[in-house]
């Protein structure tokens, strides 16, 4: 049962998720081909690693940079855990090859778990601080899809609150956590004292619970991703290194007139442009 349930879930995931990917696959081969965007490969190495693994652009923004960083490496480096969850699936005492048991791996997992918690505090802080219902204009997310921010946040949360919950009920069962009995998986420990009380039947079915929940919210987490503009996420690591060098296209071309100047104060009664029309216009 935990084994059909844990595939059907999965497979209702990537189904859903392939499905809206290759659409955007078809899309991107129905255009024109792009001539030298893999030429120099070595400058491009060097920005695919500044830009993505580094953050370089990102950095700059100082504490949203740094939340955005640590997000970023979370998720990451929460990969190993995902790939134990979908072991757990199939064996409830399995670990990781060569690496699995070794805890300061368990510590770097822990770690980054809180870290993206922090992260998430951080950008919900700003959020709230700068909300276009208040700020208008003035505030960076005007005009922005603020709902849909919120719920990407919220997913993101309950990725991360699910995977500690999952490890924190595996340190009280013996031989299901891969790190042992150790502080080094302090957050996972700490968790685990929430559960301390139970049988062992009742958290080997609690297990198993949060397994099918976790495995729920990464396969919605993914298919939000696919249908939405946060499909950029993803497609980060293809767009920096196939991006024009070393600028794009350069500043934006003045914009002229073959009329008069386009007075945006006064409409008049021409068009919603003022005096002129759209096709008077070019750049």
């Given at each position: 049962m935990r084994i059909a349930i844990s595939l059907l879930i999965t497979l209702l995931g990537l189904g859903l998720a392939g499905r809206r990917l290759w659409w955007v696959v078809r899309l991107i081969r129905s255009g024109q081909p792009a001539k030298g965007r893999f030429d120099d490969i070595g400058t491009r190495v060097k920005v695919e690693l500044a830009e993505v693994p580094g953050?370089?652009?990102?950095?700059?923004?100082?504490?949203?940079?740094?939340?955005?960083?640590?997000?970023?490496?979370?998720?990451?480096?929460?990969?190993?855990?995902i790939l134990e969850l979908y072991g757990a699936v199939f064996d409830d005492q399995f670990h990781l090859p060569l690496v699995g048991?070794?805890?300061?791996?368990?510590?770097?997992?822990?770690?980054?778990?809180?870290?993206?918690?922090?992260?998430?505090?951080?950008?919900?802080?700003?959020?709230?601080?700068?909300?276009?219902?208040?700020?208008?204009?003035?505030?960076?997310?005007?005009?922005?899809?603020?709902?849909?921010?919120?719920?990407?946040?919220?997913?993101?949360?309950?990725?991360?609150?699910?995977?500690?919950?999952?490890?924190?009920?595996?340190?009280?069962i013996p031989h299901h956590f891969p790190y042992g009995d150790t502080w080094w998986?302090?957050?996972?420990?700490?968790?685990?004292?929430?559960?301390?009380?139970?049988?062992?039947?009742?958290?080997?079915?609690?297990?198993?619970?949060?397994?099918?929940?976790?495995?729920?919210?990464?396969?919605?987490?993914?298919?939000?991703?696919?249908?939405?503009?946060?499909?950029?996420?993803?497609?980060?690591?293809?767009?920096v290194a196939a991006k024009r060098q070393p600028k794009a296209l350069g500043p934006l071309l003045p914009m002229e007139s073959r009329g008069e100047p386009i007075d945006f104060e006064d409409p008049g009664e021409d068009d919603i442009f003022g005096r002129g029309k759209i096709e008077d216009f070019s750049w």
């Open positions: 953050q370089r652009k990102l950095l700059a923004w100082s504490v949203p940079g740094l939340a955005h960083f640590f997000t970023m490496w979370g998720f990451t480096v929460l990969t190993l855990t048991r070794w805890v300061p791996l368990g510590f770097v997992e822990d770690f980054f778990a809180v870290a993206v918690l922090v992260a998430l505090g951080v950008f919900a802080v700003i959020r709230l601080r700068h909300q276009p219902a208040t700020q208008q204009r003035a505030s960076r997310f005007y005009g922005s899809h603020t709902g849909a921010a919120w719920v990407i946040l919220g997913m993101i949360s309950l990725v991360m609150i699910g995977l500690l919950l999952f490890r924190g009920v595996q340190t009280n998986t302090f957050a996972s420990t700490g968790v685990g004292k929430l559960f301390s009380g139970m049988s062992t039947s009742a958290l080997k079915n609690l297990e198993v619970a949060l397994i099918w929940g976790q495995l729920a919210v990464l396969m919605g987490f993914m298919v939000l991703i696919a249908y939405s503009k946060h499909l950029h996420i993803g497609a980060a690591l293809f767009n």
